[in-house]
């Protein structure tokens, strides 16, 4: 294949296909079939999905009581350079084996940091060049690009909401280099996940200074990308805890306030990730219906989280009911905008072998896939829409109706309950919602 090079990572593994769900081949897709149109639109560009270069390429299995386990055949040169360059051959290998059409990064996943500011932006500029001929020849593209402010112990208190100036301008230089990077390799989106953008003791931080300091902070970087004619969406991806006790961009709701309060509302949205949903002990359809209803949602990180732990643990989708939910509000607000489908997600610690990897991206689409086909049967051929409207539909006309349309104040509302006695009791049906779900799955 003249995409591969010389070297093939993934030896023995072709291109993924759709074979449908009567296929016994586990690399093959049963339920993401590309080109299917699905509500008017394919697979393909509703999804958009993408792989995460940090977990797929550079997440190796290590956790707080052991190292990594999973030998990659990549990045083992000794010149971080060439190291890197190996790194975006697999990546590229993979991403077109897989049959999909994006991939996004943070700075330091593409390559070594380097041991000084210049050092950095030229190792950064080096890989930059060289994925932008693998993008060229393979048509993959970059979905977003964003900053790691959260690994180097430079950090540790922070990036943008540093108690301490040369930190929040060390931050800013970087993001400043990560967004030359995806400006330069035409990415579609940049996104802000605060890391150590948190606190741990109030005793020792002064919240207002921290979190208006973000809010310059994202405007400069906004004001800065735009002036170099960047169009894209900036998303900021909302996390309630981990890595700090408290997290500025706690959920959807919350990140919609800093959004609003530091006025950047015509330039960003929300990156929505199922585990961050689910540790803000909200459904991961909670925070998408908030982002769509604020007219904000943009893209996804996909992946699940375990019932059992209360920590990030990352792990591809598998839940198809709870995935059907969340389509549900997606094929509903019109999907996202700007956005894809990022597998945020990476295999587990014991498993090894590279063949894993597919594996994973591959149950990870067909989840999408059957969960968006169940949405859209549902929608198009069940009773939901019908016993949806009707459990609403005292708003649909007379009084609720001018209610809605803000024609009525409050005394007009002692008139109406006046009139008409107690309210007749009305059941929400709620069994009868999930039976359908499950019916049309
Ligand atoms: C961390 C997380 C990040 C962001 C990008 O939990 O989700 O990988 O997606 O910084
Ligand atoms: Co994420």
């Known amino acids: 294949m003249a995409l591969l090079g010389e070297k093939?990572?993934?030896?023995?593994?072709?291109?993924?296909?759709?074979?449908?769900?009567?296929?016994?081949?586990?690399?093959?897709?049963?339920?993401?079939?590309?080109?299917?149109?699905?509500?008017?639109?394919?697979?393909?560009?509703?999804?958009?999905?993408?792989?995460?270069?940090?977990?797929?390429?550079?997440?190796?299995?290590?956790?707080?009581?052991?190292?990594?386990?999973?030998q990659f055949p990549w990045s083992t040169h000794p010149d971080p350079l060439k190291a890197a360059e190996d790194k975006a051959d697999a990546a590229f290998e993979f991403i077109t084996k897989m049959g999909f059409d994006y991939y996004c990064f943070h700075d330091f996943d593409l390559i070594d940091e380097g041991g000084s500011l210049v050092e950095s932006e030229k190792r950064i500029q080096h890989i930059v060049s060289y994925l932008k001929d693998k993008q060229e020849v393979s048509g993959v593209k970059l979905l977003w690009g964003t900053s790691n402010c959260f690994s180097n112990p430079r950090y540790?208190?922070?990036?943008?909401?540093?108690?301490?100036?040369?930190?929040?301008?060390?931050?800013?230089?970087?993001?400043?280099?990560?967004?030359?990077?995806?400006?330069?390799?035409?990415?579609?989106?940049?996104?802000?996940?605060?890391?150590?953008?948190?606190?741990?003791?109030?005793?020792?931080?002064?919240?207002?200074?921290?979190?208006?300091?973000?809010?310059?902070?994202?405007?400069?970087?906004?004001?800065?990308?735009?002036?170099?004619?960047?169009?894209?969406?900036?998303?900021?991806?909302?996390?309630?805890?981990?890595?700090?006790k408290h997290q500025y961009d706690f959920d959807a709701a919350t990140s919609i306030n800093t959004i609003r309060a530091y006025g950047l509302e015509n330039d960003f949205k929300l990156n929505i990730e199922v585990n961050h949903a689910t540790l803000a002990q909200h459904t991961f359809q909670h925070e998408l219906q908030v982002a769509a209803d604020a007219g904000m949602l943009g893209s996804i990180d996909a992946?699940?989280?375990d019932y059992q732990n209360g920590?990030?643990?990352d792990?591809?989708?598998n839940n198809v009911m709870e995935t059907a939910?969340?389509?549900?509000?997606?094929?509903?607000?019109?999907?996202?905008?700007?956005?894809?489908?990022?597998?945020?997600?990476?295999?587990?610690?014991?498993?090894?072998?590279?063949?894993?990897?597919?594996?994973?991206?591959?149950?990870?689409a067909d989840t999408f896939a059957r969960a968006l086909l169940v949405a859209d049967a549902v929608i198009q051929n069940s009773p939901y829409e019908d016993l949806l409207g009707k459990r609403y539909g005292s708003f649909a006309s007379g009084k609720g109706a001018e209610f809605v349309s803000g024609k009525l104040s409050l005394t007009d509302l002692y008139d109406h309950a006046s009139a008409n006695g107690e309210p007749k009791q009305t059941s929400g049906k709620q069994e009868l919602f999930e039976n359908i779900l499950n019916q049309y799955s």
Request: glycine share 12%; aromatic share 12%; net charge neutral.
């Open 8 to 70: 093939e990572f993934f030896k023995g593994i072709g291109e993924i296909k759709y074979e449908g769900k009567e296929s016994d081949n586990p690399l093959a897709f049963k339920f993401y079939n590309p080109d299917q149109v699905v509500a008017g639109k394919t697979m393909r560009d509703h999804f958009k999905f993408a792989v995460a270069y940090w977990h797929t390429l550079c997440g190796t299995g290590g956790d707080p009581f052991g190292p990594g386990t999973k």
């Open 156 to 244: 540790m208190n922070g990036a943008a909401s540093n108690p301490d100036f040369d930190v929040v301008a060390r931050a800013g230089a970087q993001v400043k280099i990560a967004l030359d990077a995806t400006m330069a390799l035409n990415g579609e989106n940049y996104v802000f996940w605060g890391g150590r953008e948190g606190y741990m003791s109030l005793l020792n931080t002064n919240m207002k200074l921290e979190q208006d300091n973000i809010g310059r902070f994202l405007n400069m970087a906004k004001d800065y990308a735009r002036s170099q004619g960047f169009k894209g969406t900036f998303f900021i991806e909302p996390k309630p805890m981990e890595p700090t």
């Open 303 to 305: 992946n699940r989280g």
């Open 311 to 313: 920590w990030d643990t």
């Open 315 to 317: 792990q591809f989708p």
């Open 325 to 364: 939910e969340a389509m549900l509000v997606f094929l509903k607000s019109g999907g996202l905008q700007g956005g894809g489908v990022n597998f945020d997600a990476k295999t587990r610690r014991n498993s090894t072998d590279l063949d894993d990897i597919f594996l994973a991206h591959i149950g990870g």
